[in-house]
């Protein structure tokens, strides 16, 4: 058993903060916390959690959390879902650079699912290939790094796709923030 914690610290670590913050979200309303922070220093809070964090598999729920309770604790939803959606697009950007250098190492097999993709991607044309990349981002909840993944092992251009992972991530952010100001639960 003793092996066992000594391997896997690095998760039960990253489990009990996350079971931490969500005691402390429990007892503490949005009011508090944004009383607490101040509203001037959650956009920069919103900003730094997006472009570190982003929406990638794992800290999607935590930035999409913050930012409906900052909404909720009387934030600017507007101004959340700008700084929130420059941060997003930030950190996609760094991870679509990451997956542009890594892909050049894929093996064989990954070689030849990516270029069955690619075929299909190809024949559609670029206009509904950037509207289905803006509804991806912009109003799904998934995950981006999936999408960041396709596009650079599909070699998208990266400045002929950047508005469309901008203006997804301002539209998912400012929908986020929007919608943590309306929900009555939030606000208590």
């Given at each position: 058993?003793?092996d066992?914690?000594?391997?896997?610290?690095?998760?039960?670590?990253?489990?009990g903060?996350?079971?931490s913050?969500?005691?402390?979200?429990?007892?503490?309303?949005p009011?508090?916390?944004?009383?607490?922070i101040?509203?001037?220093?959650t956009?920069?809070?919103?900003?730094l959690?997006?472009?570190?964090?982003?929406?990638?598999?794992?800290?999607?729920?935590?930035?999409?959390?913050?930012?409906?309770?900052?909404?909720?604790?009387?934030?600017?939803?507007?101004?959340?879902?700008?700084?929130g959606?420059?941060?997003?697009?930030?950190?996609?950007?760094?991870?679509?650079?990451?997956?542009?250098?890594?892909?050049?190492s894929?093996?064989?097999?990954?070689?030849?699912?990516?270029s069955?993709v690619q075929?299909?991607?190809?024949?559609?044309?670029?206009?509904?290939q950037?509207?289905?990349?803006?509804?991806?981002?912009?109003?799904?909840?998934l995950?981006?790094?999936?999408?960041?993944?396709?596009?650079?092992?599909?070699?998208?251009?990266?400045?002929?796709v950047?508005?469309?992972?901008?203006?997804?991530a301002?539209?998912?952010?400012?929908?986020?923030?929007?919608?943590?100001?309306?929900?009555?639960?939030?606000?208590?």
């Open positions: 058993m003793k066992w914690i000594v391997r896997h610290k690095g998760v039960l670590l990253l489990v903060v996350f079971l913050l969500n005691l402390v979200f429990l007892f503490i309303s009011e508090q916390i944004v009383e607490y101040g509203v001037n220093n956009y920069l809070t919103i900003f959690i997006a472009s570190v964090g982003g929406l990638n598999s794992i800290t999607g729920g935590v930035l999409y959390g913050s930012i409906a309770a900052f909404a909720a604790g009387g934030a600017s939803p507007w101004l959340l879902g700008l700084t959606g420059l941060g997003i697009a930030i950190g996609d950007s760094l991870v679509f650079y990451l997956f542009r250098y890594t892909s050049k894929l093996s064989q097999q990954w070689e030849d699912r990516v069955r075929k299909k991607v190809e024949h559609l044309p670029k206009y509904v950037y509207i289905l990349i803006y509804i991806a981002l912009g109003f799904t909840p995950p981006n790094d999936i999408l960041m993944f396709m596009l650079a092992v599909l070699r998208f251009k990266f400045w002929q950047f508005p469309f992972i901008l203006a997804g301002i539209t998912v952010a400012t929908l986020t923030a929007l919608l943590g100001n309306k929900i009555p639960f939030l606000t208590g």
